[in-house]
């Protein structure tokens, strides 16, 4: 009998990092894909992303609807408490051999939730990474503990899980998955994207994606404001946005977005989704890319271009020297970007080695989903990182 691998998504950005994995578990003849789609991807708000999940010829077997209305953390949990109850029914529809799931988001957190209720072995993507300023930090480490088969991005990420108290043979070091896109589409010329954007490139240009900073107090508009101020006295730049996601507080984000938009048509766009192949093919031609986005982290460093990370949301991962760390506040980031475009830093980045790029990293992941004994998975022993505790200052 095939194994049944279901893999969920619920975000834009989630999708377009899972797309190789689902191509390669469709196209396996003992395999089963079975997909089902939650969060933003059934807004309408958002743009209805699950269109383009489907004009990629993949069928989805499950929509699980979470009513995102609201962006206030009551609105989140009343959306969380929709998922679970939304998850457990589609687990029991569907029966997988084992859920996939990838990230830190707090659909993501509800579909694991119900699947360890459901006795359902789960696959996580990504977990050991770190990004403090956000509560998808504490989500992200709890996946990782319901979770029984662990893909890190990086040899570090791996440690930390197993630190975590998961089994060594459990956890592998494969690699970003969104990488593979890059390897493996084939990315649109300068002339055919201007098209698809409806859109001139100028003289200078910027991707940037700012995201809520959730574990602070109600910050993120103001830091926001301070980027679209220092953006603004900018000479021949050209800026093309893609706005925020469902987290609390993103929709004023997003206001800002519009707001910004309306008063520089001339040299501003921007794009609730532009899909992976335009987003990727967007980073080719920009100078850099700003905000606080893992993508920045993760992505930009494979086309040789720089990265101005703002504020605390993705503090504790792995850099390389393309990413110019900065707080949100007008100074720094007037000194950020003096960096990015001296000759120095220019240069530098034709050097750059992505440490997130090993190399068909969704092919090694549906070869171990394929090859693993699922029979007993479900019972895990805590593993014991061996240390002395006078090692560790507890005072």
């Keep these: 009998m095939k194994k049944k691998i279901c893999v969920i998504t619920g975000s834009r950005a989630e999708y377009g990092l899972l797309r190789p994995l689902l191509e390669q578990i469709g196209a396996d003849p003992d395999l089963t894909l079975q997909l089902m789609v939650t969060g933003t991807h059934l807004s309408q708000e958002y743009g209805l992303t699950y269109k383009e999940i489907e004009n990629d010829g993949f069928d989805i077997d499950e929509k699980i609807d979470i009513g995102l209305c609201s962006d206030t953390p009551v609105g989140i949990a009343e959306s969380m408490s929709l998922a679970i109850s939304g998850f457990a029914k589609g687990y029991e529809s569907l029966r997988p051999d084992v859920v996939v799931v990838l990230g830190d988001r707090f659909e993501i957190f509800t579909a694991v939730a119900a699947a360890a209720i459901s006795r359902i072995p789960i696959a996580h993507l990504h977990g050991g990474e770190s990004t403090e300023g956000v509560v998808d930090e504490a989500f992200r480490h709890s996946i990782t503990k319901m979770s029984h088969l662990h893909f890190t991005s990086a040899q570090e990420y791996r440690k930390r899980v197993i630190q975590l108290g998961e089994a060594p043979d459990r956890v592998f070091n494969v690699g970003a998955i969104g990488l593979d896109n890059i390897r493996e589409l084939k990315l649109l010329s300068k002339e055919d994207l201007e098209k698809e954007l409806n859109y001139k490139f100028g003289k200078k240009n910027l991707l940037v994606t700012f995201h809520p900073v959730t574990l602070e107090d109600n910050t993120s508009q103001e830091q926001f404001q301070i980027l679209l101020d220092t953006l603004s006295g900018m000479e021949e730049t050209n800026i093309i946005f893609t706005k925020s996601n469902a987290d609390a507080g993103g929709r004023a984000i997003n206001k800002m977005i519009d707001d910004y938009v309306s008063c520089n048509p001339e040299t501003t766009i921007c794009f609730t989704s532009m899909g992976q192949l335009r987003y990727l093919s967007t980073l080719q031609f920009v100078d850099a890319m700003v905000?606080?986005?893992?993508?920045?982290?993760?992505?930009?460093?494979s086309f040789k271009v720089?990265?101005?990370?703002?504020?605390?949301?993705?503090?504790?991962?792995?850099?390389?020297?393309?990413?110019?760390?900065?707080?949100?506040?007008k100074e720094d980031l007037k000194k950020a970007f003096d960096r990015l475009y001296s000759q120095g830093f220019q240069k530098s980045l034709k050097g750059i080695i992505n440490p997130y790029d090993q190399g068909g990293t969704a092919k090694k992941i549906k070869e171990t989903l394929k090859s693993y004994d699922l029979c007993n998975i479900l019972k895990k022993s805590f593993f014991d990182v061996k240390f002395d505790i006078g090692d560790i200052n507890v005072t």
Excluded: F, H, M
């Design 291 to 301: 905000g606080n986005s893992s993508s920045g982290i993760a992505e930009a460093p």
């Design 306 to 329: 720089g990265t101005i990370n703002i504020g605390d949301r993705q503090k504790g991962r792995i850099k390389v020297e393309s990413i110019i760390d900065c707080q949100p506040l």
